[in-house]
């Protein structure tokens, strides 16, 4: 028995939607490891970042829902990560309201130039730019598409518009 809460767990938003902060919450909370898919798609160097190949990738992946307990963060939607939705228990949709995803945005950035946070990619204006433009891009394309794949492949999900709101969950 793990407490109440699901043995996997996806978690989906944008960029700035509060992914990552609701994955190590609930990871130290339950002791559940939790996988950030940025981390299965890329290979962090010092040097930079290389793109795992497709095969690689996917066996990682694999090997992570192949587990007893997991949660997965990560806005993609691509078909690789398909499996991981449908091996999870639970989908949480991060549907933070778009300007406090930009405000986080931009306190992210500020806090990871000035070293005060980790960052596993280099902070670069180049960076900072394309989070601005994967946050309009999402709430246009992938949220409408998002939505539609949890209604139509009817998966357990809930949809939160605030990390913090999933206490409210857990605790029903």
Known sequence: MNMGIPNKIHIIGSVGSGKTTLARTLSNSFNVPFYELDNVVWQRHESGDIRRPDEERDKYLDNIISTERWIIEGSHSHSWVG??????????????????????????????????????????????????????????????????????????????????????YLND
Do not use: C, H
């Open 83 to 168: 499996k991981s939705f449908q091996t999870a228990d639970l989908i949480i949709f991060l549907d933070t309201p778009y300007p406090k995803r930009i405000q986080r945005i931009i306190k992210r950035f500020i806090l990871q130039k000035l070293g005060l946070e980790k960052a596993n990619y280099v902070p670069t204006l180049s960076m900072f730019r394309k989070m601005f433009k994967w946050n309009s891009s999402f709430e246009k394309e992938s949220k409408p598409e998002i939505l539609k794949m949890l209604t139509d492949e009817g998966f357990n999900s809930i949809i939160l518009k605030d990390n913090t709101n999933i206490d409210n």
